[in-house]
């Protein structure tokens, strides 16, 4: 791998526009159509997509319309999100598997191959890792049945915050379960980017590129909802975050998950455009390993 062959792919907030997790919607003002063909035309390889807006459009439009829609786009990385609550039991549990269904039905009709969640969303305290990796492998046992990978964010608004908590959930559990690693969580939740090493590759089942000042913008959830960066125009220096990730050995594609409302309200395609160049230029001075001839 090289930075010439490098794909990324648009986390749905990156160029969903005037809308954000926990809105009154979070279905996308611009047709999925539009935003494909604004990613393709920017040069993006994959999109990311939310359960209410993904099940809408597939509402309106039909599956068959849909997966066209990606295929005719160059659309190839397909993700679903976001999915909590899995580890609860009773009725929060029983919506989330119902969640958790949904989204592995139309992963299977798109060809999507990761699912993303979370652990514990706001809860205080130590995360209970038994019962966790339990309910761990019962969704990565679900998901193995259409070929998807799960991805678990260790967010720091949740119980499971850290590189070593995600590790304890995760390990061992599943081949196709592992982390999700993202510039911000690493950063906000107080690690260092030398702790991916840690990580071994084959969990690493996805990575996310952003960046923010060096100063939390209120509690974390609105720092990361509302004001978040550009890649290398805040302070988490995210070139320094890639070459930790490329030293672990990860080969695959990466996410770029910009939630800001300064890129909400500017033009799709312009959003489209600017986040494209911005992440690829962090790729300019990686160090790549050297492939044998």
Not at 63 to 86: A, C, P, Q, Y
Not at 271 to 280: D, G, L, P, Y
């Amino acid at each position: 791998m090289n930075k010439n062959n490098v794909e990324l792919i648009a986390s749905y907030w990156t160029i969903a526009g005037d809308t954000y997790p926990g809105a009154p919607s979070e279905i996308s003002p611009y047709s999925l159509q539009q935003r494909a063909e604004a990613a393709s035309k920017a040069g993006w390889k994959g999109m990311g997509l939310v359960f209410e807006d993904i099940v809408s459009a597939v509402q309106k439009q039909g599956m068959s319309t849909v997966r066209k829609i990606f295929d005719d786009n160059g659309i190839t990385h397909r993700e679903v999100e976001f999915l909590v609550d899995w580890h609860l039991q009773g009725e929060r549990r029983a919506f989330s598997d119902s969640i958790r269904d949904q989204l592995l039905d139309i992963a299977g009709d798109l060809g999507a191959t990761r699912i993303k969640g979370a652990g514990g969303l706001f809860e205080e305290g130590d995360p209970d890792v038994p019962a966790m990796r339990e309910a761990f492998a019962v969704w990565c046992d679900k998901a193995a049945a259409y070929g998807v990978d799960v991805a678990l964010e260790f967010l720091p608004f949740s119980s499971v915050n850290t590189i070593d908590k995600a590790l304890a959930v995760t390990k061992g559990v599943r081949p196709n379960g592992g982390v999700l690693v993202d510039t911000w969580h690493v950063a906000r939740g107080g690690m260092s980017y030398d702790e991916i090493a840690k990580i071994p590759v084959d969990l690493i089942k996805g990575v996310e590129l952003n960046d923010a000042d060096a100063t939390l913008v209120g509690d974390f959830f609105n720092d990361s909802t509302h004001h978040r960066k550009l890649c290398g125009e805040g302070d988490l220096n995210t070139a320094a975050f890639i070459q930790a990730i490329v030293d672990r050995g990860y080969t695959g594609a990466y996410g770029v998950e910009i939630i800001s409302k300064e890129l909400r309200a500017m033009p799709l395609e312009v959003a489209a455009k600017r986040v494209f160049e911005t992440t690829m230029a962090q790729f300019e001075n990686i160090r790549f390993p050297e492939v044998a001839a």
